[in-house]
Structures are given as C-alpha cells and as structure tokens.
C-alpha cells in the first residue's frame, strides 16, 4: 500500500489571525507538518510564514508542560491537583473577604466559541462575579459598537470575503492586510484585475498602500474628519443617493449638517490629505457601480473610534453603498476568533448570542439554559483596561485566559505593577508569557492541534478546529481547567470538558439571539466549509450576506448618526512634539508569546523598532539603527532607528510585538472611547531622544 494515501490527514484552521486560513496536519517525525489545504474557499490554499510555522509552538522545549505553583518566590512544578486546588482557594479567599467582585476574569479573542462561552458562564455561575472582560476590547470593539448602532447587529463583515474582489470600489482605512492577512491581499489584486479601484489610508506607504490606486496619508486620529470631509464632498457634487437614504434609512438632516460642517479645506488642515486626492477619492467611490468601506485597527483603536467608524459608515449609507449586493461597510476582524470570542459571554456586558447583559429576555433565556434564577446572575462589569486599572484595590484576584496583558495593554507598565499587586494572579496559557510569568499559578493548556472546538471567521464563517495530535501528558484543555475548578467551587455540572458537549450547550442558549448558532453542528461545518450565523435551525442555510432586504434594527432601517471631528486625547506640545502611532509587522502576531517563540519568525523579525522619516530623524540627528528613547507621559522605551520616507515627518511607528525596553506600550495613552471603552492605541504623544549608535 502507498504510505502516503493511507497518512491520515486532518483538516483544520490556522492558530493565529481571524482570516482562520485552512490547512491540513499531517502526522509526521515527532509531532505533525503543516500541509495546503486548497479546497477551503478563503485561502485557497495560502499561508503566511506564522500559519506554516505554527506547529512548531507544539514543541514541547518552547511550552508548558506541567502546571507551576509559587512557592517562596518562586514558580516550581506541581500536580494538577494541587494546582487547581491552589487557583480554587486563591479565588475564593478574595470572594470571602471582599465580595464577589473581588474576583475578575480576563479572557481572549483566540479562544474557541466553547472556551469563551464556558468562561463568561463560568464568571456569572461558579464564580458569581460581574467581572469579566477579555483583550477583544483592545480590537475591534469601536467598530462593533458603531456596527451596533449604525445597523442593528455585528457581524465584522456581512458578505463574504470573495465579494471583495468584485465590488467596483474598496477604500480600505487603517488596515495594512498585506502583513496582517497576507492571503487575503489576493482579493483586493483581483479587484484590480477586475477593473476595480483600491483606496488605501494609512498615515504610513505600506505594502498595503503600494498596492492601490489613491493612497491617502492622513495624520494619526484624523480619520473622523476625513471621512466627513468625503461625505462634504457628496452632498456638495450631488452623488448622494436619495431613494436609497428615504426608503432604508433614518437620521440623514443631522448626519448631513454635521457633515456639511466639515468644508474640504478645513478637512485638508486637519488631516494634511490635499483636497484634489479628498476628490479623487470621492469620485472612485461614486462613479463605480458599487462600493464598500472596510476599515481594521488604524482608525478603530482611537479614543473616538465608534463615532470615526460611524462616520465611515454614514459615507456608505448617503451613497446607497449599504445592504445592497456588492456594497456595504465591514470591519476586519483581528484575532483567530475575534468575531466569535465578542458573541458569547466574555464581554463586561454579554450573554451568549450576543445577547446583552441588561436585558430581561435575555437574562431569563440564558439563566433557564444554565438551570439558575436569572436574579443569580451580576450585571455588567467593568471593560478590559478598566479592570487592569482595578486590579490590587478592587479587584483582588484574576483567572486570565487567551492574553498577556504586559506586553500589549495601554500604559503597559502600570498595567504590570497592577497585576503584581493582586492578591493572587492565576494564568492558562500555552507557553510562559510575561504575563504568566507572574502569576501565582499557571495552568498549561493544549493548544490548537491537540484539541476540537470552533472558530468564527472574520466573515461570520463558523468553522471546526480538529485534534490531530496528542498532547504532552501533563497539560489539559482550557475547557478542563475550568471543569476542575468549577468543580471545587461547588459546581459538580455545569461546565463539561468535551468541546462537542458545550457547543451543543452553546446553540441553545444563542437561540433567538442575534448570532444565533442554533441551527449549526460540527457536522454541518465539516460538510459546508463553515455556517455562517445566524443560523436559527438545521435547515437554515445560514447567512453568508446581510442586510440586503433590511437591517436589524425593528424597524429594518440603518441609522445615520451624526458625528463631528474632535481632537485625539493627546495632541503634540512644546514638550511631546511627535505623534506615535502603533501597529504589526508580517512575522510576529501580537504580544509575540507564540511567534517570538518560533526560530524562522524571529530570524524575519527580530525585535522592536522606531520607524521615522529622514527628515525627522535629521532633525535629532539620528541615523539608521541608531538607538532611540520615545519618550510619552506614561513612560520610555528604546530601539533602534529604522529611517524611511513611508512615513509622514510628524509621526512615528513602534510595532507593539515586544516586551523589555523596546515595549511600545509603555509609550501608549489608556483614553477610552465613551462608548466602546476602546483605548487611543494609535495615536498619543511623544519626544525623542537620541541614544548615539
Ligand atoms: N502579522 C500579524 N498579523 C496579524 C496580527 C499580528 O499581530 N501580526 N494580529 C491580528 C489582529 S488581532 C489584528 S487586530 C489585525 C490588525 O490588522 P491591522 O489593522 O491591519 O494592523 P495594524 O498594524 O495594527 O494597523 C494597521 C495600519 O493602521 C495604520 N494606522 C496607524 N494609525 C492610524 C490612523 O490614525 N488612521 C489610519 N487610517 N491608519 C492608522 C498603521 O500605520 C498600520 O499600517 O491583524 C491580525 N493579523
Ligand atoms: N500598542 C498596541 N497595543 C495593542 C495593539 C496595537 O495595535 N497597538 N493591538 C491590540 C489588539 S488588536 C489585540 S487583539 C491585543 C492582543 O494582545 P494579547 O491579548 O496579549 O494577545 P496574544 O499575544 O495573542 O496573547 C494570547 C496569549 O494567550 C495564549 N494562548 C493562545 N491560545 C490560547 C488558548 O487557546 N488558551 C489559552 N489559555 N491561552 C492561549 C498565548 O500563548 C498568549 O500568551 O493587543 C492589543 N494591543
Ligand atoms: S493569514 Fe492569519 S490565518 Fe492565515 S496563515 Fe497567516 S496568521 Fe494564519
Ligand atoms: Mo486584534
């Protein structure tokens, strides 16, 4: 027989970003090798270099394999019993001395739909506590709550990714995909192909920006006032599409006089984007047959993010450009699970299904799947940095899932010495990142080879991760970790550690709810490359575009909101006098606790940066691979230079991948935004300083 017909392969999805990229493991010398899978529709078959090194973090010389306590000051290993038993006690000595919510929980956008829904019911049910919030907030949570308000439901993208590729126009704000979802670059180059046109803004000339056709460069947090100005420039030249606005929408007097206050050359001064390319841009947008808006982090991770994104959207909403066939707004989503991890329960102020916390149907549904009153249940907590900001006075103790916070929450080093003021810290993590680095107990878990659960997609594709490989001996699943310690809470059922089990648990209490997973099995993923939600039942086909007979608001109408520009929290000064803004490069994916760990991804990027333009860097008399201290009101952090005209004079870039003296967040500025309590991760201010060679 031919061994490699017979080698059992297994098909799966990547562990790091929300594209979920197919691949197929296959079992090979100590462990398994990351193979192509083409038949999956997203990628086609393509990886970036951290999707086909992955398998390397399964080794057990770079991870945990057997759970450690703290014992005088130190992490030694211990048994799962005594550990779980040590978590158990530490959580509720801060239960009983201080109240409920003494005890957080911090969980993750790349946790599975099962792990994140057994974790908020975890919080609420064993733990009684209101406060649980998890790093999805830190992503796209300003574009989820203007999704929210602008159309009545979240769901990053309401069309397949492959509708990009035959829209007429994109105007891509804020996301540099070529290195941050390298496949999906392919459906903005067949866009132009196909005789489409590519709108990039960026303060900085990316791959990304190099790959379209207008490249607007505004200045960091001013995309609110650009995004006015378009819509100025619409109504001005008449393209606004006034069936479209009378039959499908509602608020458009206000939203167009807030607009109508933003004239081209007052938008031109804010933003330093001419206006010849404010109209280039507008007449892309209107002259094509149909259009969309998809915005990432750029504009997003502002302390006006939801109004920024409202803003955007309104331009899709006056042009007819939404709930129509190949037009429409998206956001793109971040983490492997960023859509289905905002869903189901780990949110401050969520039910599963996406229900919220403070409604009473809700409430009542959710409780009568879980068998508790809905009395039982705690209202909403406090949102992610607000509860790192909590931790050591309010809130005593912490189970954190799925992040590492040192390295990449705001104002980063105060977030530390919060963290080790805690009464007890317990981390379940992969590998010893920082953060579990300081923990008093740290749980070692499996990781996406060696176990099953599902993943939603940034277009609100539900899809299956499979086991393909043991794990070593000593770690278990998230899922078993918080079965254990339910169970010594008190909490014999409830909390099951068979994925399949929970998901089943999952689909009835998303019933009715707005991501409704009802209808939805493993089985069904398995034979339909993915559902998309909603799905209310078995024979539903699911939902792979929405919105085009109407929104999800009651009375089926999208709402403009009427948003004016306003200044980013912290603007440039006689003594911090240069914007920093933050973001990714190709090879290391977030606070870098996997990619730092892989040999290749470090050999492509090796440590931090400060990208900065020749002028400026002339300026301070820096040269290429100088070091340099960036300097902020909440701390300093040095690396070297790395000169380029990419980017605009006034601003510098830090990728954020990094901790030590080249962390950039401990430059960055915790502002939140009001509504979505979104930190100004991409713009604050900073002085520069020369360190010499
Ligand atoms: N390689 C890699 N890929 C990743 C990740 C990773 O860490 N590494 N993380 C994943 C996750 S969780 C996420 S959220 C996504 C993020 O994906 P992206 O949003 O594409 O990533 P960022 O680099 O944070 O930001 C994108 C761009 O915003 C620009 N920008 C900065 N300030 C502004 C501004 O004020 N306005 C505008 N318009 N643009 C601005 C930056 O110059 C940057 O090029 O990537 C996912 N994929
Ligand atoms: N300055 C700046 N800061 C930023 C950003 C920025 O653009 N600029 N972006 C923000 C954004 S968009 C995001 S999403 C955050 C992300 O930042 P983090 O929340 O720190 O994300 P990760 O580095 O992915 O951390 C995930 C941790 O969980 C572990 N892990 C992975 N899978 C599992 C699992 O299944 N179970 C358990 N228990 N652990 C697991 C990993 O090993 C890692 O230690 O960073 C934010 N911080
Ligand atoms: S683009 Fe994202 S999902 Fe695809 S291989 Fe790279 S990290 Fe994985
Ligand atoms: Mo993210």
């Given amino acids: 027989m031919n061994a490699e017909v017979t080698t059992p392969t297994v098909d799966t999805h990547c562990p790091y970003c929300s594209l979920q990229c197919g691949m197929s493991l296959r079992p090979g010398e100590g462990g398994v090798r990351v193979v192509e899978r083409p038949a999956f529709p997203v990628n086609r078959g393509a990886l970036c270099g951290k999707g086909r090194t992955a398998a390397e973090v399964l ?34 000595r801060a239960r009983e001395a201080y109240g409920n919510d003494a005890v957080g929980v911090f969980g993750g956008g790349g946790l599975t739909n099962e792990k994140a829904y057994a974790l908020g019911k975890f919080a609420r049910v064993a733990l009684g506590t209101s406060q649980i919030d998890y790093n999805g907030r830190f992503c796209m949570s300003s574009a989820a709550a203007a999704h929210q308000r602008a159309f009545g439901l979240d769901r990053g993208l309401p069309f397949p990714l492959a509708d990009v590729a035959r829209t007429g126009c994109v105007i891509l704000v804020g996301s540099n995909l070529a290195e941050t ?17 590519l709108i990039v803004v960026d303060p900085r ?11 607007l460069a505004p200045r960091p947090g001013t995309d609110l006032a650009l995004a006015l100005g378009l819509l100025h ?11 479209f606005i009378a039959e499908r929408t509602t608020g458009w007097p206000e939203a167009r006089a807030a607009a109508m206050a933003h004239w081209p050359e007052l938008v031109e001064r804010i933003t330093g984007v001419p206006v010849p390319q404010l109209r280039a841009a507008v007449s892309m947008f209107c002259d094509a047959a149909s259009s969309m808006v998809l ?13 920024t994104v409202g803003a955007w959207i309104n331009l899709c909403l006056a042009t007819g450009r939404a709930g129509r066939e190949l037009s429409g707004y ?36 959710v409780a009568a799947v879980w068998g508790v009153s809905p009395d039982s249940l705690p209202g909403p907590g406090r949102s992610a940095y607000e509860l790192l900001d909590a931790l050591g006075t309010e809130v005593r103790a912490l189970l954190l899932m799925g992040s590492n916070p040192v390295v990449s929450a705001p104002r980063a080093a105060h977030v530390e010495d919060r963290i080790r003021a805690l009464d007890f810290l317990a981390v379940a993590d992969v590998v010893l990142s920082e953060t579990a680095a300081l923990a008093d107990v740290v749980l070692p878990v499996t990781q996406w080879a ?29 899922l078993a970790v918080l079965n254990g310690l339910a169970a010594r809470l008190g909490h014999e059922k409830g909390f099951p550690a068979d994925p399949e089990e929970v998901f089943g648990e999952l689909r009835r209490a998303s019933a009715g709810g707005p991501a409704d997973y009802a209808g939805i099995s493993y089985r069904r993923i398995a034979a339909e490359d993915g559902v998309f939600w909603p799905c209310p039942d078995e024979a539903h086909p699911g939902s792979p575009r929405l919105f085009l007979d109407r929104f999800a608001h009651p009375d089926g109408r999208a709402r403009f909101v009427p948003v004016a520009h306003r200044a980013s929290a912290e603007e440039p000064d006689a003594e911090y006098p240069v914007l920093l803004t933050t973001g990714r490069v190709l090879a290391q994916y977030q606070s870098g606790a996997q990619t730092r760990r892989v040999a290749e991804l470090n050999a492509a990027a090796p440590g931090p940066f400060v990208q900065l333009h020749p002028h400026l860097a002339a300026r301070y008399g820096i040269a290429e691979g100088d070091r340099v201290a960036v300097e902020s009101r909440r701390g300093r952090a040095v690396a070297p230079a790395r000169l380029s005209t990419d980017i605009r004079t006034d601003t510098v870039f830090m990728p954020f991948h990094w901790p030590g003296e080249g962390r950039a967040n401990s430059l960055t500025n915790p502002a939140l935004d009001p509504t979505s309590r979104m930190p100004e991760f991409k713009v604050c201010a900073v002085r520069l300083a020369p360190e010499g060679p």
């Fill in 450 to 478: 060696e176990e099953t659960g599902t993943t939603t997609n940034l277009e609100g594709r539900v899809l299956l991760r499979r086991r393909a490989v043991d794990p070593p001996p000593g770690v278990r699943t998230d």
């Fill in 330 to 365: 998206g956001c793109l989503t971040g983490q492997g699970n960023g859509q289905g991890g905002r869903e189901h329960g780990q949110k401050a102020d969520q039910l599963p299904g996406y229900r919220k916390l403070d409604d009473p149907a809700a409430r009542e549904h």
């Fill in 233 to 243: 420039l619409v109504v001005a030249q008449g393209r606004t599409d006034e069936a």
């Fill in 59 to 92: 080794d057990r010389r770079v991870r945990l394999t057997e759970p450690l306590v703290r014992d005088g000051g130190e992490l030694r290993p211990a048994s799962w019993d005594e550990a779980l038993d040590r978590v158990a006690a530490g959580l509720g």
């Fill in 295 to 307: 915005t990432a982090r750029g504009p997003e991770q502002q302390a006006k993010g939801t109004d």
């Fill in 205 to 215: 000339r990316t791959k990304t920006a190099e790959a379209a056709d207008l490249h």
């Fill in 181 to 197: 979802m390298p496949p999906a670059l392919r459906y903005l180059t067949e866009l132009r192909e196909n005789g489409g046109k």
